[in-house]
């Protein structure tokens, strides 16, 4: 399983916006400075995030963005959501994918499981974690 570049530039963004004054926001042109996204590239990733309710304008266009609610309440899962349809350690997990070897496989428990406990993980860690730079797993 890999995650895409959207993916984790995004994460990446969203920590930048969620440190930003709220009342201010963070302009574009300064998440794309800081993290070293190119303007363009950044268009789509602040859509996926607007479109996801996870930030917002601050006044409206040309405006700074801000995070729509505590960093707390954000889960990484909610992140990658806003990028990912799903979480699929192996494509028999997809929604989209029919196995045809459902019915004989015997490792199929395995990889749901594994899936299973990523995508807790994923709840588990918030936008306020990745700003403190907390290391959960090793808690």
């Known amino acids: 399983m890999k995650f895409r570049t959207k993916t984790r530039y995004g994460m990446r963004a ?5 440190k930003a004054d709220r009342k201010k926001g963070i302009l574009q042109k300064d998440i ?3 993290q070293g996204i190119s303007i363009k590239y950044l ?12 930030i917002e304008n601050v006044k409206g ?6 995070i729509t609610r505590n960093a707390s309440d ?7 959501l806003a990028f990912e349809p799903e979480i699929a350690v192996i494509d028999c997990l997809s929604k989209d994918v029919e196995c045809r070897l459902e019915d004989v496989c015997h490792t199929i428990s395995f990889w749901t499981g594994l899936n299973q ?3 807790n993980y994923f ?13 959960l797993h090793s808690q």
């Open 32 to 34: 794309s400075k800081n």
């Open 61 to 66: 266009k040309k405006s700074g963005y801000r």
């Open 14 to 18: 969203i920590v930048e916006i969620a």
């Open 117 to 119: 406990v990523i995508i």
């Open 43 to 54: 268009d789509q990733i602040v859509h996926a995030l607007k479109e996801a309710g996870l």
């Open 74 to 80: 954000i889960t990484v899962h909610q992140i990658h």
């Open 123 to 135: 709840n588990e860690v918030t936008l306020q974690d990745l700003m403190e730079g907390r290391n």
